[in-house]
């Protein structure tokens, strides 16, 4: 498959090896997969912006596919991630990069511009809006809260619970039941029930992704195990803590949000309402906001549509 012949390499940022796909040169954008994924979730939008004249880089993020994976969830808080990819960029000698998230990759995305906007030249968010940090409640009691203990976020809060309940499935099975998620509401199982079990594994596959694609998902997620992925939400209590001193602060950096209107509790909770409304763009001034048709993985799902939108946004830069 072509897809297995992507140019890679192993970088070292941040105390950590990491495994990146690499094409094309340019300015340089980088491609943050999320939750369960690898630089593969952007196949396509590596080589349609390569070959619009951009140096594009997609990693294996911490604890992914053939980077590092470090045990413990405090080496999964916001300030690691971000410093990751600020490595990355060193690593190429650029004082710049249009950042592009997916995701968890998202939040990177949002976190690395308000940590350090003077290293992101664009930002480009997939999925998950940038989310206010509540002053009284932490991250999982506030999701508590709001969806109980059932709530799939709750759920992989205690080590190796998930990673157990996964395990009674093969891992191409795991795969399906991810990417191929067409639910709109929140992930909440009925009580008693994991989330992996609650997650339907579909009878057919939608005519965006092929069996052998999730094989090679599967084929990496065996090899690498589900431990750093699942740490990242280990690490969102830890992360409320830490990000105390940014209280209040805005999303100063240019950004395009996408998302789909079929997206997990996109209906839900007054998040379109937020994302529509006046109160994202009173966080993050100097944003634009498209909402397609599709679901949770929308660069894979609706590959063309978003490259489109990235090349659009990217362009814009070249026009000011």
């Not at 410093?83 to 000698?93: L, Q, R, V």
């Not at 080590?159 to 039941?177: C, H, I, N, Q, S």
């Amino acid at each position: 498959m072509e897809f297995m012949f992507q140019q890679q390499q192993r970088i070292k940022t941040n105390g950590i090896w990491m495994n990146i796909a690499e094409e094309g040169t340019g300015p340089l954008v980088l491609l943050l997969h999320g939750f369960p994924e690898l630089w593969f979730s952007w196949r396509h939008q590596i080589k349609y912006l390569a070959n619009h004249g951009y140096h594009v880089v997609a990693p294996d993020l911490r604890g992914y596919g053939d980077s590092d994976s470090p045990i413990s969830p405090s080496s999964y808080t916001i300030f690691h991630l971000v410093g990751d990819i600020i490595g990355i960029i060193d690593h190429f000698g650029e004082q710049q990069a249009f950042v592009v998230g997916h995701d968890w990759g998202a939040v990177i995305g949002w976190y690395i511009s308000l940590f350090r906007p003077d290293r992101v030249k664009g930002l480009v968010s997939l999925s998950a809006p940038f989310a206010p940090r509540s002053p009284k409640i932490g991250t999982v009691a506030s999701m508590r809260q709001m969806f109980g203990d059932s709530y799939y976020c709750c759920q992989f809060q205690e080590p190796g619970r998930a990673e157990k309940a996964f395990a009674r499935y093969d891992y191409l099975t795991v795969m399906k039941k991810f990417l191929l998620i067409n639910k709109t509401d929140n992930l909440v199982a009925p009580p008693g029930m994991e989330i992996i079990d609650y997650l339907e594994t579909p009878s057919w596959l939608p005519p965006w992704i092929t069996e052998a694609e999730l094989q090679f998902y599967a084929d990496k997620f065996q090899e690498s195990g589900f431990t750093g992925p699942l740490n990242y939400y280990r690490a969102m209590d830890l992360n409320w803590e830490f990000l105390a001193p940014w209280q209040g602060s805005k999303v100063t950096v240019r950004t395009k949000f996408i998302i789909g209107d079929k997206d997990i509790g996109f209906e839900e909770c007054g998040v379109r309402e937020y994302i529509e409304g006046g109160m994202f763009k009173s966080l993050v001034p100097n944003l634009d906001v498209v909402v397609l048709d599709g679901h949770h993985f929308i660069q894979q799902e609706k590959a063309h549509e978003v490259s489109a939108e990235i090349l659009s946004f990217l362009c814009s830069f070249s026009e000011v």
